[in-house]
């Protein structure tokens, strides 16, 4: 139990194009979930966090209009990168929580290259 | 905020040797400490974690500790094979109900010689 998934995995972009992550929740109602970022040998950086039906709480420095974050549904969380960028390019990892439990489960990552 | 803090950065040890990964965290009100691992190009997986009601867990060969006073908590793992290579990350959380942020620390890369 308590898989996460994302899609797609990974994707290559042009300079500023939008790009769409999705982190779904397969077994389990998330009434949050979070962004990380994750550069390469680094730790996680927090990005977001969101819950279900509400707006995203951004983390100090995250751009909001342009790491656009939407929690429609308790299984489903979408990250909107706008007007793409090379230096945006990066390893981003959601993961979700259920009420209560205080455990996090993470999906697997999606690789975003900005050309 | 919290910080997290974790050594060693880098850990090289023999097949069937031990390993013991410590971190210390500044919040005293945090009281949730997962660990997780994470192989090459994928997300982290949690493989143990601990609530500061609790001194110690294990499950098989890992076992978690954590010193409340001292505010550090460690991993220890045991008869390492070399599937435990990865990064494994601490953290420390705080809160309920349904937003628990985590606070990482900057990861080990465990390496286990055959």
């Known amino acids: 139990g308590a898989v996460v998934s994302q899609h ?28 990380y970022r ?18 995203a709480t951004y983390e100090q420095g995250v751009e909001k209009d342009k790491f656009l974050i939407n929690h429609a549904s308790l299984t489903l969380s979408t990250l909107t990168v706008t007007s793409a960028h090379p ?29 | 905020g919290e910080n997290v803090e974790q050594h060693p950065s880098t850990l090289s040890v023999q097949e069937g040797d031990s390993a013991v ?18 192989e090459l190009g994928k997300g982290p997986q949690l493989i143990i ?5 609790v001194g110690e867990k294990k499950d098989q060969r890992i076992a978690v500790t954590l010193n409340k006073t001292a505010k550090h908590f ?3 793992i ?29 990861g080990t890369k465990l390496q286990v010689i055959p």
């Open chain 2, 74 to 76: 460690s991993l220890h």
């Open chain 1, 38 to 55: 994750q550069f390469p040998k680094q730790s996680l950086m927090l990005m977001a966090t969101s819950n279900e039906g509400s707006k």
């Open chain 1, 87 to 115: 230096e945006d390019s990066s390893f981003y990892i959601c993961s979700a929580a259920q009420t209560g439990p205080y455990e996090q489960y993470f999906g697997p990552g999606t690789r975003l290259t900005v050309t």
């Open chain 2, 49 to 53: 974690d601990i609530r500061s009601n």
């Open chain 2, 21 to 38: 990964i410590k971190c210390t965290y500044s919040d005293s009100a945090s009281n949730y400490f997962p660990w997780y691992k994470q």
């Open chain 1, 8 to 35: 797609p995995s990974w994707v290559i972009c042009k300079s500023g194009t939008s790009v769409k992550i999705e982190c779904r929740s397969l077994d389990f109602q998330a009434t949050t979930m979070f962004w």
């Open chain 2, 78 to 106: 045991t008869e390492t094979q070399p599937e435990d290579s990865a990064v494994y990350f601490c953290a420390a959380s705080k809160g309920s109900g349904g937003y628990q942020k985590v606070t990482f620390g900057t």
